[in-house]
C-alpha cells in the first residue's frame, strides 16, 4: 500500500509538473525560446490566489479565475515588453533576458509581499476517499490535481488540433515566414502562446501550493527548473511530452524520496534526465529533426 | 494588377533592390529573370510584404500595400509560393492545404478550391494523409503551389518553382504554371532555368546586381544575343 500511496503522490506532483512543463513547451514551439520567467509567473499566480482568499475571502473559484486572468495578462505583458522587440536577436539575448525578467518577477514579490514564506490555504477543501479498509488514502488534492492536468491536455490537444488559432500555432511552430504567407498574424499567434502558457501557470501555482503550502518569492523557482526538465525529458515542443515527462518527473521524484533518499531525490531526478538524453537527443517524444538539403 | 514603383530595399549596408519599377497586368505571366543575388527574391518577399522596402511603393489594383503586414496580403488576393518550397514538414499533406485556406472561412469555398487543387495535382490527393516532409521535392513544390491556390488568389508570385528538380519534375511543374495562368490568374515568376520561363510568360524584366537592365516581350528577349549569351546558354 505504501508503493500506491507513493505513486499517486507522485502522480499529483507531476501533475502539476506536466502543467507547469505545457508553458514551457509551447512557447518554445511556437517562439523557439526558453521562458525562464515561467516558473516565476507561477509564484505570482500562486500570491494573486492567496490574496484573493486571505484579503477578501473570495472564494477558491473565483480566486483562481482572478489568478488566471491576472496571470494572463501578465504573461502577454513579459511578451510584449521583454521578448517580442527581440524577435531577430540572437538566441542568447532572449535566453539572458529571460533570466532578467525572472529575476525582477521574483525581487518585485520580495519587495510586495517580503522573504517570510506565507501559509497558502489549500483550494481543495474535499478530503479524499479511503480505500482497501482505511489502507490506502488519496487526499481530494492529489485526484483533483491530476484530474484537471488530464483535463487541460486533452482540452489543449484538441485546440490545437481543432481550432483556427490552434492551427496557426501549428503553422508557426513549424516555419514563422511560411506562416506569414497563408495569411497567419505571428505576433499575435505567439502572444496567445504566452497568454495560454501563463494561464494555465496560474492553475500550476494554485494546485502546486494546495499540496505544498509554504509560499514564498522562490516558490516557483524550483519547481519552474523541474517543469523544464520535464519537458526536455518529453521532447521539448511536444504536448504530450510535456505529460509523460511531467508524470515520469513526479514519479521518480517521489519514489527516490521514499525508498533512496530524500537529499539525493533531486540529483537522482536529474541523472535520468541525463541517461534519456544521452540514449534520445530530443527526448521521449522529441521529433527527430532530419536537415533536408 | 501589380506595379512596383522604385523600390528601394536595404540589408544593412547592402543595397538589394535599387529602384525597381515595373509593372504586372492582369492575366499575365510574367518573368523575373537573372543571376543568384541579382534581387530577384528580395522583390518577390518585399512585394508580398515580409520585407519593408527603404523607399518605394507596391500596389496591388491600385492599393498601396507597402505598408500592409505581410499576413494581412493573403485576403487582398495574392500568394506566394516561397523559394524552397516551405511546407509544413510535420503537418499532413491535408493539413498543408488546410492552412493555405486559412484566411477562409466559407466552408463550401474551401471545399471548391480543394477540389480545384486536386484536380490540378491528383498525387497530392493521394498522398493527402502523408506528411509533407516525406515527399519528394517535386511533389512538395506542388504542395506549396496547391498550397498558395487554395486561398484563391488573383495573382501568385512563384520563387524559383523549378530548383533542385529533376528534368520531368521542372517540365511538370511548367506545364502546371500554364495551367493556373490559362485559369485566369496572373502570374509574376521568379526563375534561373531563363529557358523554360521565357517561354511559357508573356513579357519579361532582367535584373542584374539590383536593377532592372532589360524588359519586353518573352518572345524578343529569347532572340536577344546578350540575353542568350548570358541566360541562355547559347
Same mark, same amino acid.
Given at each position: 500500500?505504501g508503493?500506491l500511496?507513493?505513486?499517486?503522490n507522485?502522480l499529483?506532483l507531476?501533475?502539476?509538473?506536466?502543467?507547469?512543463?505545457?508553458?514551457?513547451?509551447m512557447?518554445?514551439?511556437?517562439?523557439k525560446m526558453?521562458?525562464?520567467?515561467?516558473?516565476?509567473?507561477?509564484?505570482?499566480?500562486?500570491?494573486?490566489v492567496?490574496?484573493?482568499?486571505?484579503?477578501?475571502g473570495?472564494?477558491?473559484?473565483?480566486?483562481?479565475?482572478?489568478?488566471?486572468?491576472?496571470?494572463?495578462?501578465l504573461?502577454?505583458?513579459i511578451?510584449?515588453?521583454?521578448y517580442?522587440?527581440?524577435?531577430?536577436?540572437?538566441n542568447?539575448?532572449?535566453?539572458i533576458?529571460a533570466?532578467?525578467?525572472?529575476?525582477?518577477?521574483?525581487?518585485?514579490?520580495l519587495l510586495?509581499f517580503?522573504s517570510?514564506?506565507v501559509?497558502?490555504?489549500?483550494?481543495?477543501?474535499?478530503q479524499?476517499?479511503?480505500l482497501?479498509g482505511g489502507?490506502l488514502k488519496?487526499?481530494?488534492?492529489?485526484?483533483?490535481?491530476?484530474?484537471?492536468?488530464?483535463i487541460i491536455m486533452?482540452?489543449?490537444?484538441?485546440?490545437?488540433k481543432?481550432t483556427?488559432?490552434?492551427?496557426?500555432m501549428?503553422?508557426v511552430s513549424?516555419?514563422?515566414d511560411?506562416?506569414v504567407?497563408?495569411?497567419?498574424n505571428?505576433n499575435a /499567434?505567439?502572444s496567445?502562446?504566452?497568454? !495560454? *502558457?501563463s494561464?494555465?501557470? %496560474?492553475?500550476? #501555482?494554485? $494546485? =502546486?501550493?494546495s499540496s505544498y503550502?509554504s509560499?514564498?518569492?522562490?516558490?516557483?523557482?524550483?519547481?519552474?527548473?523541474?517543469?523544464f /526538465?520535464?519537458?526536455?525529458?518529453?521532447? !521539448? *515542443?511536444?504536448?504530450?511530452? %510535456?505529460?509523460i #515527462?511531467? $508524470? =515520469?518527473?513526479?514519479?521518480?521524484?517521489i519514489?527516490?524520496k521514499?525508498?533512496?533518499?530524500?537529499?539525493?531525490a533531486d540529483?537522482?531526478?536529474?541523472?535520468?534526465?541525463?541517461?534519456?538524453?544521452l540514449?534520445?537527443?530530443?527526448?521521449?517524444?522529441?521529433?527527430?529533426?532530419k536537415?533536408?538539403? | 494588377?501589380?506595379?512596383v514603383?522604385?523600390?528601394i530595399?536595404?540589408y544593412g549596408?547592402?543595397?538589394?533592390?535599387?529602384?525597381?519599377?515595373f509593372?504586372?497586368?492582369e492575366?499575365?505571366?510574367?518573368?523575373l529573370?537573372?543571376a543568384?543575388?541579382?534581387?530577384?527574391?528580395?522583390t518577390?518577399?518585399?512585394?508580398?510584404g515580409?520585407?519593408?522596402?527603404?523607399?518605394?511603393?507596391v500596389?496591388l489594383?491600385g492599393v498601396?500595400i507597402?505598408k500592409?503586414?505581410?499576413h494581412?496580403?493573403?485576403?487582398?488576393?495574392?500568394?506566394?509560393?516561397?523559394?524552397?518550397?516551405?511546407?509544413?514538414?510535420?503537418?499532413?499533406?491535408?493539413?498543408n492545404?488546410k492552412?493555405?485556406?486559412?484566411?477562409?472561412?466559407n466552408?463550401?469555398e474551401?471545399?471548391?478550391a480543394?477540389?480545384?487543387?486536386?484536380?490540378?495535382f491528383p498525387?497530392?490527393?493521394?498522398?493527402?494523409?502523408?506528411?509533407?516532409?516525406?515527399?519528394?521535392?517535386g511533389?512538395?513544390?506542388?504542395?506549396?503551389?496547391?498550397?498558395?491556390?487554395m486561398?484563391q488568389?488573383?495573382i501568385?508570385?512563384?520563387?524559383?518553382p523549378?530548383?533542385?528538380?529533376s528534368?520531368i519534375?521542372?517540365?511538370e511543374?511548367?506545364?502546371?504554371?500554364?495551367?493556373i495562368?490559362?485559369?485566369?490568374?496572373?502570374?509574376?515568376?521568379v526563375e534561373q532555368?531563363a529557358?523554360?520561363?521565357?517561354?511559357?510568360?508573356d513579357?519579361?524584366?532582367?535584373?542584374?546586381t539590383?536593377?532592372?537592365?532589360?524588359?519586353?516581350n518573352?518572345s524578343?528577349l529569347?532572340?536577344?544575343?546578350?540575353?542568350?549569351k548570358?541566360?541562355l546558354?547559347?
Open positions: 500500500m508503493f500511496t507513493y505513486l499517486i507522485g499529483s507531476g501533475s502539476v509538473y506536466a502543467i507547469i512543463a505545457l508553458g514551457y513547451t512557447v518554445y514551439g511556437i517562439a526558453l521562458n525562464f520567467a515561467h516558473g516565476d509567473v507561477i509564484m505570482v499566480g500562486a500570491y494573486l492567496f490574496m484573493c482568499m486571505s484579503n477578501t473570495a472564494p477558491a473559484v473565483v480566486s483562481i479565475v482572478i489568478s488566471i486572468v491576472c496571470c494572463t495578462a504573461g502577454m505583458l511578451e510584449k515588453i521583454a517580442k522587440p527581440l524577435r531577430r536577436a540572437t542568447l539575448a532572449v535566453l533576458t533570466i532578467g525578467v525572472s529575476y525582477f518577477l521574483q525581487n518585485m514579490a510586495i517580503g517570510n514564506p501559509s497558502f490555504t489549500s483550494v481543495i477543501t474535499w479524499g476517499i479511503s482497501a489502507q488519496i487526499t481530494g488534492t492529489a485526484i483533483i490535481t491530476i484530474i484537471t492536468c488530464l486533452v482540452g489543449l490537444m484538441w485546440f490545437v481543432n483556427k488559432p490552434g492551427q496557426a501549428r503553422a513549424e516555419d514563422k511560411a506562416a504567407l497563408m495569411g497567419i505571428v /499567434t505567439i496567445l502562446t504566452f497568454a !495560454i *502558457g494561464g494555465l501557470a %496560474a492553475i500550476a #501555482g494554485a $494546485l =502546486l501550493c503550502p509560499l514564498t518569492p522562490y516558490t516557483g523557482s524550483m519547481p519552474g527548473i523541474k517543469a /526538465t520535464a519537458a526536455v525529458f518529453g521532447g !521539448i *515542443g511536444s504536448i504530450p511530452g %510535456a505529460l #515527462g511531467g $508524470l =515520469l518527473l513526479g514519479i521518480i521524484e519514489l527516490a521514499a525508498y533512496i533518499s530524500s537529499q539525493l540529483a537522482i531526478v536529474f541523472a535520468v534526465l541525463i541517461i534519456v538524453l540514449v534520445k537527443p530530443t527526448g521521449i517524444l522529441g521529433k527527430q529533426i536537415e533536408k538539403v | 494588377m501589380l506595379k514603383e522604385d523600390l530595399v536595404n549596408m547592402i543595397q538589394a533592390l535599387k529602384g525597381i519599377s509593372e504586372v497586368n492575366g499575365e505571366v510574367i518573368a529573370i537573372g543568384n543575388g541579382a534581387g530577384k527574391t528580395t518577390l518577399q518585399t512585394i508580398s515580409m520585407l519593408s522596402p527603404t523607399s518605394g511603393k500596389l489594383e498601396d507597402t500592409i503586414p505581410g494581412k496580403i493573403v485576403s487582398m488576393g495574392m500568394a506566394h509560393v516561397p523559394e524552397g518550397r516551405r511546407v509544413f514538414a510535420g503537418l499532413t499533406v491535408l493539413e492545404l492552412m493555405g485556406a486559412y484566411t477562409r472561412s466552408k463550401s474551401i471545399a471548391d480543394f477540389e480545384r487543387v486536386y484536380e490540378s498525387r497530392l490527393k493521394e498522398r493527402q494523409n502523408q506528411l509533407a516532409g516525406t515527399l519528394s521535392g511533389e512538395q513544390q506542388m504542395l506549396a503551389m496547391g498550397r498558395a491556390l486561398s488568389p488573383r501568385v508570385l512563384m520563387d524559383e523549378s530548383m533542385g528538380l528534368p519534375y521542372v517540365d511543374i511548367f506545364k502546371i504554371i500554364q495551367s495562368s490559362d485559369a485566369g490568374t496572373t502570374v509574376l515568376l532555368n529557358k523554360k520561363a521565357l517561354a511559357i510568360a513579357r519579361a524584366y532582367v535584373l542584374e539590383g536593377n532592372i537592365v532589360l524588359s519586353g518573352a524578343d529569347m532572340n536577344d544575343d546578350s540575353i542568350k548570358a541566360y546558354g547559347e
